[in-house]
Structures are given as structure tokens and as C-alpha cells.
């Protein structure tokens, strides 16, 4: 190679800049393979109910490899769908109490279903600031006007649909919000948008398995599942240990979505092993009821115990907790400190979090027991940084 090819600029060198600026405000995040076994005490991952590694739904995915095959082999409109995915959707819709549903493969791409397909460039998305990437980037693609309210606000709704009287509109909200784990005000939410005839979309991803009788989710709880009004979107990879996700609501507006959404209508389908595994740990679901409460209830004693020993955490309203930390550095450090000791824990900071706050996140897991839980707390009292001051361990100032 020529001398002067080496040193001549290309296309991607402003990614260097990037990478130096990211690395600059302790922004650099990096992918860690883990290990099938000798794993740290988890309260990192979304697995809320710990049914991903349940007997009955690995084996349910087995199964289903065995029978339909790795993949499944193409679009749901062509190869894709199994009877596998109708059932999932027959069962996962009853549970919810929803008139349909629609199994796609993510949470990711079931919110950008629904906010594109049910919207359009004359229509209105009135979206909580607060709300996932997953919802930001639907209303983005969606070429509907959007306008950002304040975090779980009604009234910034309602004032917003007002200055739109004539328009064709949608309400946009996570049911739990995956930063803080706090809820939305989902029964006022509803009647901000009946009020002003729009249609309201949920994210219940850290609803369902949660919240509502027997881990129905928030709308349930909310006595707003099956309303004609109403779409939820969920993912199948949280609390019940798979992947993949859905929409659910009247059975018009599945129906359109097969024909409109096009991550849907392009997307090769679920694989048939996740669907397995997701109808299994929806049957789990529904016989073991009080494994949504003993998620709750895991959620408020870590609560309780980390604000006892002097933290901040914000109280949790399903099964996240969220414990601050003084800068993102710190929140970094912290994390790897815990990772060190033998807990996995999760670490949010910005731009990850619209609040500029950086944060541990924990995960209260239902098959957590006493003893994991007081370990966890242990361990991050022991490694927490100091709240105040100058520490350069942890990048203070």
C-alpha cells in the first residue's frame, strides 16, 4: 500500500472524535460476554419473575426448536407464522383481557408497530418525556407531529389535545417507567384522552407479570384492559423470561396492524423457541399468582433497607428500584465495585436517562430470598461513593 493511502483521511473518521468525547464524560459503554454458569447474584437483568431459567420454559423452547425448527424461516404474512405464535397470541390477549393480540419479534419493534401504523403525517403523538427510546423513535418514524410533554403529567396532556381540537391524536405513555420504575397516571391519562376523542398507547413492558391481579399488568390494574380506546404494547423478554413482544387491543386494530405495520409485514417472525418459551412462562404466570406480589414485595424491602442505610432511592411502584448516584463516573465505578464483590447490578447515566441523573438499577426479582436480598444490600452500602465531597475514585469534584 502506498505510503500516502495509510495517512489519507475516510468517511468515518469523525467517529474517533466521538469515541474521544464519550470516553471525556465517562460515557464509554462496552459489551461484557457472560458465562452460562458461576454468574454474580443477578438484580441487573429484566427477568422480574427469575423464570428465565425455569425448567418448564427452557424445555418449552427445546420443544419448540425440535418441532418447528430454529427460525422461523421467514415473514409472518408468508413462513413465519406457527400455530405456536396464534396460540401465544389467543392466551397472551385472554390473560390481559384484551380482544387480540400480535406477537412481534421485540418490544422494540411492536411500539414501533403501533405508534407508525396508527398515526401518520395528519396526526397528533403527545408522548411522556420520560417515556423508552423505543417510543421516541416510533413517533419519529411515525411523520406525525409530536409534541413532548412533562413527565406523567395529565394535565400537560390535556392542555396539548386541547390546542389540537380537530386533530387525529394519540396519548403515548410506558405503564412503568424502566429509569425510575415509578407508574404513569394511567386512569387520568385515559380521561384526558376521552376527554378529546384520542386513542391512548401503553408500553406495559414492566407492567405484565408485575402489576394487575395475578401479574395482568397496569392496564388491568388500571380497569382499562379491552377498552376500544386503549392498545398495549409488551415485551415477552421480562417477566416471562423470553423474547420478543406484542401489541393487544380491539381486534380492528390487530387486524390493521398486519396489513400497515411494517415491522410486522418485513420482519421475519418471532423464533418458534421464544415462543415456546413465552407461552410457557405465561402459563407460569397464571398458576403461581403471588409471584407478582413477592416481586412487589421484594421492591419495597430493598427500598426500605438501601434508604434506611442512608442512599437515595426512589420508591418503586412496580419492580424496578433506582438508587442515585452523585455523576456518572461515580454511578460507573459503583457498578464495577458491586460486579467485583458478586452482584450484577445496572447502571444507567446519560444520555440513557432524560433526567441527566445517573443511577444504579436494581432488579427486585420474585425467586429473590431474604438472604440474596440482604447480600445485595451489603454489598452495595459497602461499595457505595460518597454523596458529597472529593473523592477521585469515583470522579467527583
Not at 403525517?121 to 409530536?146: K, P, Q, Y
Request: charged fraction near 20%; include cysteine; hydrophobic fraction near 45%.
Amino acid at each position: 500500500m502506498h505510503r500516502d493511502e495509510d495517512t489519507r483521511r475516510t468517511p468515518f473518521d469523525w467517529i474517533d472524535a466521538e469515541a474521544r468525547r464519550r470516553a471525556e464524560a465517562g460515557l464509554v459503554r462496552t459489551l461484557r460476554p457472560r458465562a452460562a454458569e458461576s454468574e454474580p447474584l443477578d438484580l441487573a437483568s429484566n427477568d422480574y419473575l427469575g423464570l428465565t431459567r425455569h425448567p418448564d420454559v427452557t424445555e418449552a423452547a427445546a420443544e419448540a426448536a425440535r418441532r418447528w425448527g430454529a427460525g422461523s424461516t421467514g415473514s409472518r404474512l408468508v413462513t413465519g407464522t406457527t400455530r405456536l405464535h396464534t396460540r401465544l397470541e389467543r392466551e397472551l390477549a385472554e390473560f390481559c383481557g384484551f380482544e387480540a393480540a400480535l406477537v412481534f419479534s421485540s418490544g422494540y419493534t411492536a411500539n414501533l408497530a403501533a405508534l407508525t401504523a396508527l398515526s401518520g403525517r395528519d396526526a397528533l403523538i403527545v408522548s411522556d418525556a420520560g417515556n423508552h427510546a423505543s417510543i421516541v423513535d416510533g413517533c419519529r418514524l411515525s411523520r406525525a407531529e409530536t409534541a413532548v410533554v412533562p413527565h406523567a403529567d395529565p394535565e400537560a396532556v390535556r392542555k396539548t389535545l386541547q390546542a389540537h381540537p380537530d386533530r387525529r391524536a394519540l396519548v403515548v405513555s410506558d405503564s412503568v417507567f424502566s429509569v425510575d420504575g415509578d407508574r404513569a397516571p394511567l386512569p387520568e391519562l385515559a380521561g384526558a384522552c376521552r376527554a378529546h376523542g384520542a386513542g391512548l398507547v401503553v408500553d406495559d413492558a414492566h407492567g405484565l407479570g408485575v402489576l394487575g391481579d395475578g401479574g395482568r399488568g397496569a392496564l388491568h390494574a388500571a380497569g382499562l384492559a379491552g377498552a376500544p380506546d386503549v392498545v398495549a404494547t409488551l415485551t415477552l423478554s421480562k417477566s416471562l423470561g423470553s423474547q420478543g413482544g406484542a401489541v393487544l387491543g380491539p381486534a380492528r386494530v390487530i387486524e390493521h396492524l398486519v396489513n400497515a405495520a411494517r415491522t410486522f409485514i418485513f420482519d421475519t417472525g418471532l423464533a418458534p423457541a421464544a415462543v415456546g418459551a413465552a407461552l410457557a412462562g405465561l402459563r407460569l404466570v397464571q398458576g403461581e399468582p403471588g409471584l407478582a406480589e413477592r416481586a412487589r414485595t421484594v421492591a419495597g424491602t430493598l427500598h426500605r433497607m438501601l434508604t434506611a442505610a442512608g442512599l437515595t432511592a426512589v420508591r418503586p411502584d412496580a419492580a424496578v428500584v433506582s438508587v442515585r448516584a452523585p455523576s456518572p463516573e461515580a454511578a460507573l465505578r459503583w457498578a464495577a465495585d458491586c460486579r467485583a464483590q458478586g452482584l450484577a447490578v445496572g447502571c444507567f447515566r446519560p444520555p440513557s436517562v432524560p433526567d441527566g441523573i445517573s443511577r444504579l438499577r436494581l432488579t427486585a426479582r420474585a425467586d429473590l430470598t431474604d438472604a440474596q436480598i440482604e447480600q445485595a444490600v451489603a454489598t452495595i452500602v459497602r461499595t457505595a461513593p460518597p454523596l458529597h465531597g472529593s473523592d477521585p475514585k469515583y470522579g467527583l469534584s
